[in-house]
């Protein structure tokens, strides 16, 4: 017999090969519980070895063995399809699920909104250099002005979708109004019950203060700038076109980085440097009357040639309110909301689809004004990031209901329901008792090619947007 010494040894070997067994069994189910996880997740756990939890729409778990002759059963989808499946395991045999299909569509939304949008950075460094040329340009542009011109009263105002958080890949655009007052012996009006006046549209008569003394220069404002006392959008754009140009030729420093087109009412000034790509800046023209900026658009609607006031029309700007709507919301949506992104998608989707009915008649416009009335009705909830695209798809949902009723009502002009109504927009502006219809100039016929080719891409939504995010 061995001694009692020998016994102990023996027994306390025996009890740390226990220990350190017990130990590595413990670590070895850990890392497979990771594994399994990781796995899951990648949609490939069928074949994971160990103790694992797979959960199958929230009813079933597992232990120790895996299935290795899964029970099968049939599955009911969405589509009408039906396929078999295993009864504890998410791994579906010929049938893809369909639950991972759409996440992985849900993250090519948001992929797809990452790329088509500029970093803070970028913006950072384009704004401010559009910026410090406006500043020079605007400051020559004032010593340039003659006795009854017109005046720049003002810093230029930011506007559009570069401030507002909204502006796609690739072009790099800014807006800037500039507004304009008249001599010191006139004031602007506003007017827009005249017989005839298109909708958005105003006519600004002038009113002479005082008259003037025989001691005063005569001033020929009136001579340049109106006809029959109105003041003329035309003779507007022309006079701040010319002064822009005669600014540009004594300014040196910028004359070799910047060239000039006309685009709508803008100035349009296109900024080259090296080491970056081109800045578009649209300068526009406008006056600030009764609360509201008006700004030197001239009428394109289907009567245009006949209209008799074409000249004499402003367009009313509803930019700024909308900035400050959007700020306004803004600072009530979830942190990472998916506002922004949801028209970035859709307006991405007009510029990269090929030249037909739909992306060619829609202006960007109004697609944000469909996504406007969508930001007053929504709740907040309904903004989460995850919600990307079920947005993005009721954004178009809605643009075709649109159409179908070939109504699109202006956000401001007629809406009874805006919660600004009085605070931002003046009550005479909102003219409750007329609704404005943006598409009451296009032909009906092409109202409804739009439908019809709006309609085949919502059915297609997921696939085009998969494709356009791998092909950026």
Known sequence: MMPMEEYIVYFLILTVDIFIFYILMCLFNRYAYKLAAVQERAGQSHSLPG?????FNGAHKIGQRQCSQPQKRLIGFSNGQKGRHCQYCSQQKQLINPQGAHKKTKSAYHTLANKITFSKYEMKQYTMIAENTVRKLITQMKKEILSGDLIIDSDFIRAGSSFEGLKVKPDIEFDFLIPLSPPELYRFHFSSKTHGIPAMFCLVPILELQARSIYQKPVDFKKKFCSDWHLQSLAVRRWFQSLADRAVRSLPEISLEVRFSEKGPARTM????????????????????????????????????????????WRMSFSVQEKKILENISSHLPINACHQKTLQIVKHLKQSTPPLQWSANLSSYHLKTVWLHMLQKKSLYDWQHEKLDQR??????????????????????????????????????????????????MHPSTLKQVCMQLEHLKYNLDNTVGKLCASI
């Open 51 to 55: 103790k694992q939890h797979i959960n």
């Open 270 to 313: 296109k900024i080259r440097k090296s080491g970056i790509p081109e800045i578009s800046v649209d300068l526009v023209p406008a006056i600030y009357v009764c609360g509201i900026y008006l700004v030197a658009k001239t009428y394109g609607g289907i009567t245009e040639c006949q209209h008799p006031l074409k000249d004499k029309l």
């Open 392 to 441: 993005v798809l009721e954004l178009i949902d809605n643009l075709v209901r649109n159409l179908r009723s070939k109504i699109l009502p202006h956000f401001f002009i007629g809406n009874k329901h805006l919660l600004l109504r009085g605070k931002d927009v003046p009550k005479h502006v909102l003219q409750y008792e007329n609704e404005c219809n943006l598409f009451s100039d």
